[in-house]
């Protein structure tokens, strides 16, 4: 079955990085885009972005152009999404989610990662 | 960038009743690419109706979807204690993919 593993939360200080993962199974990896939606506590869900594994072309919300960064592993059928500069803003579950190459719906999600930037 | 607009934001309903969620959409969108999902409390969301009238797999058929341009729904043709959650809108018609606000669906 489709499964997409994200770790369950990160802390990072105010002004770092940190690269979040997403490890698929269960289905070809290059053949459907992969996509990161945020989701701050008690808010509605944000698109950040999407890459296609296959050739890592990637398209972005402009609001997340300087804060995201989408790759992939094809090797280890895993995608990353990198944001940089975090601040409290920044603190919110980021999910990977599987896009249905036919029907464009998002048909699977990861767990999220809760990532919280504190000091 | 295409802004959908979800109403009620918040509605209880009691068992039985018909429930109907509206999303209005800034700019006419194929209806092929208006999606919802449903949400429960520390869950991720789920695909529930895609293509603005198809149930995703597991729906109960009590769910139908309607719309087209710029204007959809979601009813519940009788509530059920099960159907509590908040529902997301969505367009994968043009970037940036944007969703609606979301409706909180409670229980009476």
């Known amino acids: 079955q489709v499964q997409l593993q994200q770790p369950g939360a990160e802390l990072v200080r105010p002004g770092a990085s940190v690269k979040l993962s997403c490890k698929a199974s269960?289905?070809?990896?290059?053949?459907?885009?992969m996509n990161w939606v945020k989701q701050r506590p008690e808010q509605g869900l944000e698109w950040i972005g999407r890459?296609?594994?296959?050739?890592?072309?990637?398209h972005y919300n402009q609001k997340f152009k300087d804060k995201a960064i989408l790759t992939v592993d094809k090797s280890s059928s895993t995608a990353y999404m990198q944001l940089s500069s975090l601040t409290s803003e920044d603190s919110a579950v980021y999910y990977c989610?599987?896009?249905?190459?036919?029907?464009?719906?998002?048909?699977?999600w990861g767990q999220g990662t809760l990532v919280t930037v504190s000091a | 960038e295409i802004v959908l607009t979800q109403s009620p934001a918040l509605m209880a309903a009691s068992p039985g009743e018909k429930v109907t969620i509206t999303c209005s959409v800034s700019?006419?969108?194929?209806?092929?690419?208006l999606h919802w999902y449903q949400q429960k409390s520390e869950t991720s969301p789920k695909p529930w109706i895609y293509?603005?009238?198809n149930l995703a797999s597991g729906v109960p058929v009590r769910f139908s979807g309607s719309g087209s341009g710029t204007s959809y729904s979601l009813t519940i043709s009788s509530m059920e204690a099960e159907d509590a959650a908040t529902y997301y809108c969505?367009?994968?018609?043009?970037?940036?993919?944007?969703f609606g606000s979301g409706t909180k669906l409670e229980i009476k």
């Open positions: 989610a599987r896009e249905n190459i036919i029907t464009t719906v998002v048909d699977h």
């Open positions: 269960g289905y070809t990896f290059t053949s459907y885009w």
């Open positions: 890459i296609d594994p296959y050739d890592s072309e990637t």
């Open positions: 700019s006419s969108i194929s209806s092929s690419n």
């Open positions: 293509g603005t009238s």
């Open positions: 969505q367009q994968w018609s043009s970037y940036p993919f944007t």
